[in-house]
Nanobody, 122 residues
């Protein structure tokens, strides 16, 4: 059974930092991604990482967020620095066993976590 379990969300002041984690089980994944969603809006791409560590970021988080993975622990991370109120969202971990597909597109990923809330106060 495949499971993706996020943790690390919470409330932080603007300018602060949080680190999200996503523990994966049940499969060996080629690529992971982080997406986020606010009420009334579509889920949007945040960052992605391949098995060899190649990263992709949304322009809105480039230079502030860092995605990483520990293959031995089957864990994905998202280090978020210099947080802004507009980063407030539910953050979702996603994973795929496929090697094809654009990492910024939701349909590339077969598996999703339940989401963790990140709230940045001004």
């Amino acid at each position: 059974q495949v499971q993706l379990v996020e943790s690390g969300g919470g409330l932080v002041q603007a300018g602060g930092s949080l680190r999200l984690s996503c523990l994966a089980s049940g499969r060996t994944f080629s690529r992971y991604g982080w997406f986020r969603q606010t009420p009334g809006k579509e889920r949007e791409f945040v960052a992605a990482i391949s098995r060899n560590g190649g990263n992709t970021y949304a322009d809105s988080v480039q230079g502030r967020f860092t995605i990483s993975r520990d293959n031995a622990k089957n864990t994905l991370y998202l280090q978020m620095n210099s947080l802004k109120p507009e980063d407030t969202a539910v953050y979702y971990c996603a994973a795929t066993t496929r090697v094809l597909g654009t990492v910024t597109v939701m349909g590339t990923y077969e598996y999703w976590g339940q989401g963790t809330q990140v709230t940045v106060s001004s």
